[in-house]
């Protein structure tokens, strides 16, 4: 009997029921008066003495097994029923709640704004590049350390097609499809072989700008970033060019603007220094204007390109660079108001 109950038991645990209807009929077979329950306890009295304590168990397990498996079942008919009840087609609806902006979305359009009310327009190129419009084209040399696989990411080699590594390649991209006058910004996402950190990442995020026309300056060159700079961060905002060098610029230099965190008193942001740099810029080199199919006699250009992490970090002061990808709906809610 009691490999009868085990049996049973087992039975138990598996049983289905489609409707409440089914579900009284389990109840019946299982714990109605001929119901199998029932039946079992009849048979008691023939079970031997000594076995009858452990008999008596089981069948008290069974009965317990049974009454609690029909309640579950009961339970998730009524569960079912709210869900028909759900199907109330003039019910209000719950609220969605609405998504915001993201905080680099909010600074790319803000950098779009600010050049699109000086003139500039929006061009843009692919993230899977090929070493032409990326390097070649852009003055780079064919052993230049930018080109070595620890700074660039290849997708494919000979030919070499890589992620870019910067939007000065949608600079090339414009030239070689439109003569001057140019007057372009690019927004975009770039790529390096970056180990990632709260400083660095592998992938972030650029605004390129260019102009190309007759009887272009640096002093042009200078009004422009100094008018983005006042624009962006405010009109006591200051800002001061440091030489540097890129391949594709000649002069080039480095723009720092005053820390807007401490007023350039110094902080921790701008390391004690007051100033924060923010973007490279300088004359696009006649090479460039050549390689691109620009006369370079005629023309001239300047072009300079920013990261759009490290201006938001300057309004926002964001600490660790993976918030920006991380997609964490509490970082991404604080920008609510910036919306
Ligand atoms: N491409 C440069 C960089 O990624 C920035 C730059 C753009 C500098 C245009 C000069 C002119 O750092």
Redesign the pocket.
């Given at each position: 009997m009691i490999e009868k109950i085990e049996s049973l038991l087992e039975e138990v645990k598996t049983l289905l029921a489609a409707d409440a209807k089914e579900v009284e009929t389990l109840r019946i077979r299982y714990l109605g008066k001929k119901g199998v329950v029932n039946d079992l306890m009849s048979e008691f009295h023939n079970v031997p003495a000594d076995r009858k304590r452990e008999v008596g168990m089981k069948l008290n397990e069974l009965k317990t097994a049974v009454q609690e498996k029909i309640n579950a079942l009961r339970q998730e008919m009524l569960t079912h029923e709210d869900d028909h009840l759900d199907l109330d087609l003039t019910r209000t609806p719950y609220p969605v709640k609405l998504g915001t902006r993201h905080p680099l979305s909010l600074v790319k359009n803000e950098i779009i704004d600010i050049f699109s009310r000086l003139g500039f327009s929006l061009a843009s190129g692919p993230e899977v590049e090929d070493d032409w419009h990326v390097f070649s084209s852009?003055n780079f040399a064919p052993d230049h350390p930018a080109r070595d696989m620890q700074d660039t990411f290849f997708v494919e080699q000979h030919p070499d097609i890589v992620l870019r590594?910067?939007?000065?390649s949608v600079?090339s991209r414009v030239m070689e499809r439109q003569q001057p006058p140019i007057r372009v910004i690019c927004p975009g996402r770039?790529y390096r072989n970056e180990v990632i950190s709260a400083r660095a990442h592998c992938f972030f995020h650029?605004v390129?700008?260019?102009y190309v026309d007759e009887d272009v300056s640096f002093t042009d060159l200078k009004q422009v970033l100094l008018t983005f700079a006042r624009e962006m961060f405010g009109p006591d905002t200051k800002i001061r060019l440091r030489p540097?060098y890129?391949p594709?610029?000649e002069p080039?230099?480095?723009m720092d603007i005053s820390c807007n965190i401490c007023g350039g008193k110094g902080c921790n942001l701008c390391k004690n220094t007051g100033w924060v740099e923010i973007?490279?810029?300088?004359m696009?080199d006649p090479n460039v204007l050549d390689a691109n199919g620009i006369d370079s006699t005629k023309y001239k250009g300047?072009?300079?390109?920013?990261?759009v992490e490290r201006i938001a970090n300057l309004k926002y002061q964001v600490k660790d660079l993976r918030m920006f990808s991380e997609n964490d709906v509490r970082f991404l809610d604080e920008f609510i108001s910036a919306n």
């Open positions: 852009m590594t910067h939007t000065s600079q770039v650029q390129e700008g260019l540097s890129f594709f610029t080039s230099a480095e973007l490279g810029c300088g696009v300047y072009a300079f390109g920013m990261g």
